[in-house]
C-alpha cells in the first residue's frame, strides 16, 4: 500500500516534469534566462507556460510596426507554421515539431529584439522572453 | 523574247488553256510556311502578352533560317525561284507600271518586276528584323549570340529599329496581298490558288525565263551546312558571358538574413544610395524592425552597394535605377514596376502563393538572378 503510494507519487512527479521541462538544448537557454531574471529579482521562483500563453494571445499597443500581436506572422496554432508579411514560411515555434527553435541563444535575442519592438514598441522582459520558452518548448 | 501585248478581253478565256508547273514545291512550302511564321511573329509580339518572348524568338529564327534557305535556293533552283532570272532593275518597274497604268497585260509567267521588288524588300525586311531583333534580345535580355557583346543602350536602340522595320514590314504584307488580289483580277487568275498547286496558265505572249535547271541536291547541301555552321557559332557565341549580367548566386549571408521574411532581392534592383539609406533604416523596416548585429549588416551592406543597380546592365539594374520619388526604398514603388505590373490584378498578388507584391519569384522563377527575363515569368492561379 505505502510502496505503491509512493511508486504513484514518483510517476506523477515524473510525468509532470517531462511534461514541463524543455528538451535539453532550450532548457539551456531557458536557465540562462532564469539566471538573469533571479538576478534582477531575488524573489523570481521560475517561469510560467501560462504566462507565456497569454503573451503570445495578447492584443498590445505601442509597437512601432504594422503587427500588434504574435500570432499574425506566427499563426495562431504554434505547430504549424506562420507566414511572413511578405509571403515567407515561418517555421513552426512549437519546439515538439521544430526542435531547432530555440538552440541558439544569438538566434533568440535577434529574433526578441527584433518582434517586441515591432509588436510591442519596447524590449521585452527576461521574464517576458523565459515564459515564452517555457511554453513554446512544452508545445 | 518577243514583247508583245495584248489587249486584257482577249485573254485569261480560262478552261482551255493548259496548266503549266512554275512554283516549285519548295518555293510553295517556303512561301506559306514563311506566313505561317510572320503571323506567329506578329501575334506573340503585337497580341500576345510577354510570356510569348521564347516562342517569338524561335519563330524570328525559323523566319530567318526560311529565307536563308529561299537565297540558297534564288541561286540554284529552277528558273522561276531564281532571282537572276526575276528580279529586274527600276526601269522594268516602271515599264511594269506603265502598262497597268495604260490596261495593257505584258504577262509575266513567272514574277513580275514590281512583284520581284516586293519579294526583295519582304525577305530584306526578314533578314533586318532578325538581325535587330537578335540585337535586342542580346542587349536588353542579355540571351542570345550577342549578349556577349552588346549594352543595354544598344540593345534598346535596336528595338526601336525592329519595332519599325516589323510595322514597315506589316505594310509591306497589306501591299504584298492587295497587289496579289488586284493581279489576280487583272490578269484573270488566282495567283494564290497557284501559289497553293504551282500551276499557272501558259498564255501566248508570256514572258518566261529560259530554262535552268535545279540542283536541289547541292542546294540541300548547302542549306544544311549554312544552318550548322550557323547553328555551331550561335552556341559558341553564346557560351560567353553576356555583357554587364551578373553571375553567380546571391551572397549567402545576404539570402539568409533578409531571404527570412522576403525574397532576397537581387542587389541589381535598387541603387546603391537606396541600399545604404536602407541598411541605416533597419529599424523601421517597411512596418518592422528587422535589425542586423553589425558584425553581420557590414559585409552585407558591402555586398548591396557593390553590387547595386549602377554596377550591372541588365534590363532590371537599367530600369530600376529610377526609384519612387515618394517611396524610394520599395522596389515596387519604382516607376518602372508600377508601370509593368499595373495590368495585374490585386486579386493575384494578395491571394496564395503571391501573398505580396514584393514577392517577386512567385511570379518571375530567375529573380534570385536578376535577369527577370520574360520567358520566365509564370503569373499562378489565384488560390482562394
Known sequence: MRIAAILTAIVIAGTAIAAVAAPPAQQAIIDQFAAAAKKADPGFSGFSPDAGKTFFFAEQTGGTGEASNCYACHGKDPKKAGETRAGQTIDPIAVSVNPKRFTDMAMVEKWFGRNCDTVLGRECTVVEKGNFLTFMSAQ | ?384
Not at chain 2, 512550302?29 to 510577354?50: E, N, Q, R
Not at chain 2, 518586276?113 to 524588300?121: D, E, N
Not at chain 2, 548547302?222 to 555551331?232: K, N, R
Not at chain 2, 550561335?234 to 539570402?255: E, F, H, I, N, Q
Request: aromatic fraction near 8%; include cysteine.
Open chain 2, 1 to 384: 523574247m518577243e514583247h508583245q501585248t495584248i489587249p486584257l478581253a482577249a485573254q485569261g478565256s480560262g478552261t482551255s488553256l493548259q496548266r503549266v508547273r512554275v512554283w516549285d514545291r519548295f518555293v510553295r512550302a517556303f512561301h506559306w510556311s514563311l506566313v505561317g511564321a510572320m503571323a506567329v511573329a506578329f501575334a506573340t509580339s503585337l497580341l500576345l502578352p510577354k510570356e510569348w518572348a521564347l516562342i517569338h524568338v524561335i519563330d524570328g529564327t525559323a523566319c530567318v533560317a526560311l529565307v536563308a534557305a529561299r537565297l540558297v535556293w534564288g541561286w540554284l533552283g529552277p528558273e522561276y525561284a531564281r532571282f537572276a532570272a526575276f528580279v529586274r532593275g527600276p526601269a522594268a518597274v516602271i515599264a511594269h507600271l506603265r502598262d497597268i497604268a495604260a490596261g495593257r497585260v505584258h504577262r509575266h509567267r513567272g514574277h513580275n518586276p514590281l512583284g520581284a521588288a516586293m519579294i526583295v524588300a519582304l525577305l530584306a525586311g526578314v533578314v533586318v528584323l532578325g538581325v535587330t531583333g537578335t540585337a535586342t534580345l542580346g542587349g536588353t535580355l542579355k540571351s542570345g549570340p550577342l549578349a556577349f557583346a552588346l549594352s543595354f543602350a544598344t540593345g534598346s536602340a535596336a528595338r526601336e529599329v525592329h519595332e519599325l522595320v516589323a510595322y514597315a514590314v506589316l505594310g509591306l504584307i497589306a501591299a504584298h496581298v492587295a497587289g496579289a488580289i488586284f493581279e489576280s483580277r487583272r490578269t484573270r487568275e488566282n495567283l494564290a490558288l497557284s501559289m497553293v498547286t504551282g500551276l499557272k496558265e501558259a498564255r501566248s505572249g508570256d514572258e518566261v525565263p529560259a530554262a535552268v535547271p535545279a540542283h536541289a541536291v547541292l542546294a540541300a547541301i548547302l542549306s544544311v551546312t549554312l544552318f550548322a555552321a550557323s547553328g555551331f557559332a550561335v552556341a559558341t557565341l553564346m557560351k560567353r558571358p553576356a555583357l554587364g549580367a551578373p553571375v553567380g548566386a546571391l551572397d549567402a549571408s545576404y539570402k539568409k538574413e533578409c531571404g527570412d521574411c522576403h525574397i532576397a532581392y537581387h542587389p541589381s534592383l535598387l541603387p546603391s544610395a537606396q541600399w545604404t539609406a536602407l541598411m541605416d533604416g533597419l529599424a523601421r523596416h517597411f512596418g518592422e524592425n528587422a535589425t542586423l548585429p553589425a558584425a553581420t549588416a557590414a559585409p552585407i551592406r558591402s555586398y548591396l552597394t557593390a553590387n547595386a543597380a549602377e554596377t550591372f546592365d541588365t534590363l532590371a539594374a537599367n530600369a530600376f535605377r529610377r526609384v519612387s520619388a515618394t517611396d524610394p526604398l520599395r522596389i515596387t514603388a519604382a516607376p518602372f514596376w508600377q508601370r509593368t505590373h499595373d495590368e495585374i490584378s490585386d486579386a493575384v498578388f494578395k491571394a496564395k502563393p503571391v501573398k505580396s507584391k514584393g514577392n517577386c519569384a512567385a511570379c518571375h522563377s530567375d529573380a534570385a538572378t536578376g535577369m527577370f527575363r520574360p520567358w520566365n515569368i509564370d503569373i499562378p492561379e489565384v488560390v482562394k
